[in-house]
């Protein structure tokens, strides 16, 4: 069984940043890929970014290149997603998931393990 706690979500002004973390425990951390999800009132979840075991590849939506930057530190079992430059339109529920296998996926039907999600607000 797999642990993920995200915190660091709330509210802030457009052009504003936030820095989410996700505190993993239960398994060995360094062997899987990581992922940070969102989803918005009546859209689906979406992959915002993602990472592999050894923090070497990453994949982001288009929507949030060269705004959002996944980044882990396996010694403290911790993935982290830096957000700047926000939006109102990435006003959504940010879910930090573990994926069944080492690399940066995008599915997520990839992914085992999902966090309780933490609420990130953008006003205009």
């Known amino acids: 069984q797999v642990q993920l706690v995200e915190s660091g979500g709330g509210l802030v002004q457009a052009g504003g940043s936030l820095r989410l973390s996700c505190a993993a425990s239960?398994?060995?951390?360094?062997?899987?890929?990581m992922g940070w999800f969102r989803q918005a009132p009546g859209k689906e979840r979406e992959c915002v970014a993602a990472?592999?075991?050894?923090?070497?590849?990453?994949s982001y939506a288009d929507s949030v290149k060269c705004r959002f930057t996944i980044s882990r530190d396996n010694a403290k079992n911790t993935v982290y997603l830096q957000m700047n430059s926000l939006k109102p339109e990435d006003t959504a529920v940010y879910y930090c998931?573990?994926?069944?296998?080492?690399?940066?996926?995008?599915?997520?039907?990839?992914?085992?393990?999902w966090g309780q999600g933490t609420q990130v607000t953008v006003s205009s």
């Open positions: 998931a573990a994926a069944s296998g080492r690399y940066h996926y995008v599915s997520p039907s990839l992914y085992t393990y």
């Open positions: 239960g398994r060995t951390f360094s062997n899987y890929g």
């Open positions: 990472i592999s075991w050894s923090g070497g590849m990453t």
